[in-house]
């Protein structure tokens, strides 16, 4: 199965269920990725932008963790599974935004008091906010821009009455995203 049909699948068929937001994974990831698409952002980051949560899609042992207190790092798993198919401009914002997060309580006084209650829930099995050193290290790496700014839509993206393009009109962007790096054929 080629990575688009695989992904379209996995969205379509678990991105349904909620997640600890007032929207569904599918409605949440979509709504960031429009967000990216309006911002100007290139087709990796739509991408990166539409698939960031891949890894609560993907990982069949998501469900019930954060209630036991359990971080089953969605991230890693996500980047992880779309590094099959897509290089770092896609797969490092996804690994990264969460971090992006934690960066962003430790350098803006206010981001975490705009922080929805699912957000700060899971903020504290991540790790909580960075302290100087770490928001430091984390900044001065590759992608961290493009991470804060999916982190930023992540957050706006989770509204129960937005509408948005489709799936598969956001697939286009992932698409694009595949034949830019040449790993498979779309």
């Not at 997640?19 to 087709?43: F, I, K, R």
């Not at 991540?126 to 493009?146: I, M, R």
Request: proline share 3%; with cysteine.
């Amino acid at each position: 199965m080629q990575a688009i049909e695989e992904i379209t699948e996995a969205m379509l068929k678990i991105g349904g269920e909620r997640y600890g937001e007032d929207v569904n994974q599918l409605q949440h990831g979509l709504q960031c990725a429009a967000l990216a698409e309006t911002s100007g952002a290139s087709a990796e980051l739509i991408t990166a932008a539409l698939l960031h949560d891949i890894g609560h899609v993907v990982d069949l042992k998501w469900k019930g963790a954060a209630e036991a207190g359990i971080d089953r790092r969605h991230e890693d798993i996500g980047a992880a599974y779309l590094a099959k198919w897509f290089g770092p401009e896609v797969t490092e914002p996804v690994r990264m935004h969460v971090a992006a997060k934690r960066y962003l309580c430790a350098v803006d006084a206010e981001y975490f008091s705009d922080l929805s209650f699912g957000s700060v829930r899971s903020l504290e099995l991540q790790g909580g906010s960075f302290d100087g050193p770490e928001a430091t290290a984390f900044v001065n790496q590759p992608f961290a821009k493009d991470a804060i700014q999916l982190r930023r839509w992540d957050d706006l993206a989770k509204d129960p009455g937005a509408r948005t393009e489709s799936l598969d009109y956001f697939m286009s962007f992932a698409r694009v995203a595949l034949q830019v790096h040449a790993k498979i054929p779309a």
